[in-house]
């Protein structure tokens, strides 16, 4: 049998490597082999990141708990473990919810034995063990002076794993660089890991930085990584929407203006990019620049130095461009529409942020982020997935990626605990998320019928077939629009983004859609 001690040097080795593949095996292994013989139902190893715990490795726990981040406010019994430096041991009527409550088996069960170890770098709390059982006393008989010595080994492990994760970025960046620890190993899909091993990489330097991918996958946060693992994570980070820029004004906005410059100009203004200096600028949509910017965009990105409109002098900036965009660049290159020495400038370092479907590993620790949102949000005690719902959700194509996952998560939260019985004490209410409260239509072959779900349940009924079915060119106009705003505001979750995806003024698609029924 393979011993803790075993375990232990397993984990060293893994890091004392040259990258984090295999560290979250390392860790679970680990887990399941310091709680075997405990006669837990549970149990879960939580990282200590500002203030809050971040599960590394859990058994008897659904997987999307890795996903979620334990705020110590929130969790007053994860609280109670940090302040105590023994085992802490919690009674079987202990008033404190417990953060797993909902989650051990397939049933709405309560926790009724549990207890917590904090892991600590002298007073400093970098993690905590915690072990529950849904039987009374399970937990009674271990040696507390065991789980202490397992608890004070874990803890240099964490340590360990700590600084080497720091020296890495030390030695990969320089020595002025902001120490954080690595962000590969966060992630389960192989894509994720090269994506954000890509991003520890390209934030050492001052290379320009093109994120893209489809709408919804998270290329903002994506952005600001970029930014905080720089070494100009303590400067300012300026995120400027390129598409919501008027567009006479985007020359004004990125570059400034001084008093007088043009009409309403009736005081001066800096401007994005001196605002960002020493810092991070991030375009948003910056396939939407007007041609015309573009030049002056390319001489600032060359140079390093801006006008704002009615100065005669040009001043330096130390600013470093990440653009984001959804568009094929390339393509608007071979088009006319955007200018190749710009993209070849701004796309000095690309990072492809892939869509939902390409790393269903994520998926868990996704819904586990959003459902512990949505539960604090909410300010019930745990929401949970009934096994339909997980099934569900697994089993959907995503075309709108994380953003879609994130909406139809809020929404089902939110129906879920209006229909749910009250309780006594809030913190305490688990409530559990059925596949209706998803609204998913398998009909839309992987879209989701936000409209009809939010607004008053129109549909496009389709012909079966053997039926004919007459429609005139005005009731085959309306069908094609409802269908197409349905899809783009599924995919972007809002009007204002599918507004801007279907081409249309945002206050003329809203009479729109109230003239197809779309809206109340």
């Not at 065991?146 to 970025?169: K, Q, V, Y």
């Not at 309403?264 to 810092?279: E, Q």
């Amino acid at each position: 049998m393979v011993t803790f001690m075993q375990r232990l040097r397993e984990l060293l080795v893994r890091l004392g490597g040259n990258d984090d593949d295999g560290l979250v095996e390392a860790w679970q292994d680990l887990l399941e082999t310091l709680v075997a013989g405990t006669g837990a139902d549970a149990s879960a190893l939580l990282v200590h990141q500002g203030n809050g715990l971040v599960p590394v490795a859990v058994i008897g726990l659904p997987e999307s708990v890795r996903g979620k981040t334990f705020l110590l406010e929130e969790h007053p019994r994860l609280a109670a473990i940090a302040e105590t430096p023994q085992v802490c041991r919690f009674p079987a009527d202990s008033p404190l919810p417990d953060p797993y409550d909902g989650l051990l088996d397939e049933e709405l069960s309560q926790v009724h034995d549990c207890l917590g170890v904090a892991l600590r770098d002298g007073k400093r709390l970098i993690g905590m063990v915690t072990l529950d059982a849904l039987t009374p006393g399970q937990l009674a008989s271990l040696d507390d002076e065991g789980l202490i010595a397992a608890a004070d080994l874990l803890g240099t492990c964490l340590c360990l794993a700590e600084r080497l994760g720091s020296a890495r970025m030390q030695l990969a960046v320089t020595q002025e660089t902001p120490l954080k620890p690595s962000i590969v190993s966060r992630w389960n899909s192989p894509a994720m890991r090269q994506l954000m091993a890509s991003i520890e990489l390209v934030a050492a330097s001052d290379m320009s930085v093109l994120v893209h991918g489809e709408t919804g996958v998270g290329k903002e946060r994506i952005s600001r990584a970029v930014h905080e693992y720089s070494r100009r994570a303590d400067g300012p980070l300026v995120m400027v929407n390129c598409a919501a820029l008027p567009a006479s004004l985007i020359e004004s906005a990125l570059f400034g203006h001084q008093r007088g410059a043009f009409s309403g100009a009736t005081r001066d203004h800096r401007g994005h990019f001196a605002m960002a200096d020493g810092g991070t600028l991030v375009l948003d949509e910056v396939g939407e620049l007007p041609l015309a910017l573009q030049p002056k965009l390319l001489r600032a990105l060359q140079e390093g130095e801006i006008q704002a409109l009615g100065s005669e002098r040009s001043r330096s900036v130390d600013v470093r461009v990440v653009a984001v965009t959804n568009r094929d660049l390339a393509a608007e290159v071979a088009a006319g529409r955007f200018r190749e020495d710009l993209y070849h400038r701004l796309s000095a370092f690309p990072l492809r942020v892939p869509p939902l479907r390409e790393r269903p590993e994520d998926l868990p620790l996704l819904i586990g982020h959003f459902l512990e949102e949505n539960r604090i949000r909410l300010g019930v005690g745990n929401l949970r997935l009934a096994t339909e719902t997980r099934q569900a959700l697994s089993t959907w194509a995503w075309p709108g990626n994380v953003r879609e996952l994130e909406h139809v998560l809020a929404r089902a939260s939110l129906l879920a605990v209006a229909e749910a019985p009250p309780a006594a004490d809030p913190r305490r209410r688990v409530v559990r998320i059925n596949p209706h409260h998803l609204g998913l239509d398998p009909s839309m072959g992987g879209r989701q019928n936000v409209a009809e779900s939010l607004e008053e349940g129109h549909s496009i009924k389709k012909p079966e077939p053997g039926n004919a079915v007459a429609m005139n060119l005005r009731e085959a106009t309306d069908a094609f629009q409802r269908e197409h705003i349905q899809h783009a505001l599924a995919e972007q979750g809002n009007w204002a983004g599918a507004a801007r995806e279907l081409g249309v003024d945002a206050g003329n698609l809203h009479r729109l859609a109230r003239r197809l029924g779309l809206k109340a």
